[in-house]
């Protein structure tokens, strides 16, 4: 079993070719993941309440799919609404932030009125991390609600060891996509933990071919693979409470 916690949901990929739920469930069968958690892509570039919805809609009723709400920092207020609105459904599991409102990445002067009305939900927060400077943001934003669950996204990119360096945080998860560098699998098991390692494919913008052979070229235990393709991410989201029907 694998668990992809990074999907990208849009209609067309980047050649224009329809993608859309089809595209993501044949990609899954493709690879033999089981269950994956989507990232509503229009929400990320454009329109955060149009692309959620579309989202959810394009989800509801299979249980292998489920979705980040992903929320925007220029617009404080609505994100809260919004939050307040969708996230008590079930196939909401995290909320994701991708960039903030004074800096390109989520920081927390731009994002802790959102985060601390997010509480309530008890649900994990996906923060985007590419690089160096958005892992020390992320780093703060952790720090600064340590009663919340975080997975840093991308992994710090070319910057991993950046996001290995976690001190006494450990609400922290890593999410594997970003550079494709076996080391930093290795030394993030060595590191922080097997349990704190989570796959992540972000198709289809990166293959998941290649994010599957990283992991497995890796010179991890096996048990350790089998935390981060599966029983990390079943234990994070609670997977197993939910119904399939929801």
């Known amino acids: 079993m694998a668990v992809d916690i990074r999907m990208n949901y849009l209609e067309r990929d980047q050649l224009g070719r329809p993608f859309g739920r089809d595209g993501i469930l044949a990609c899954m069968d493709k690879y033999k993941i089981d269950t994956a958690v989507v990232v509503p892509n229009l929400a990320v570039t454009c329109d955060f309440r149009e692309g959620n919805r579309q989202m959810v809609e394009a989800i509801k009723g299979d249980g292998r799919l489920y979705g980040y709400l992903v929320v925007n920092p220029n617009y404080p207020d609505e994100s809260v609404e919004l939050m ?103 030394e993030a098991v060595e590191k922080v933990g097997a349990h704190k390692v989570l796959f992540g494919s972000d198709l289809p913008f990166s293959d998941p071919a290649s994010e599957i052979a990283l992991i497995r070229g890796s010179n991890v235990p096996k048990d350790a693979m089998i935390k981060v393709f599966d029983q990390n991410a079943v234990k994070l989201f609670g997977f197993g409470r939910r119904s399939e029907s929801e």
């Not at 309530?120 to 985007?128: E, G, Q, W």
């Not at 780093?139 to 290995?164: H, N, V, Y």
């Open 84 to 186: 307040r609105e969708m996230m008590s459904n079930r196939k909401l599991v995290a909320l994701a932030i991708f960039r903030g409102a004074s800096r390109p990445y989520p920081n927390l002067d731009d994002c802790d009125e959102i985060i601390n009305s997010y509480r309530r939900f008890s649900k994990p927060v996906f923060l985007h991390a590419p690089d160096a400077a958005s892992v020390e943001a992320a780093k703060e934003i952790a720090a600064a609600f340590p009663t919340l669950q975080f997975i840093f996204g991308s992994m710090g990119g070319p910057d991993w060891k950046r996001a290995l360096n976690l001190g006494k945080l450990i609400n922290v998860h890593l999410e594997t996509s970003g550079s494709f560098d076996v080391e930093k699998i290795e």
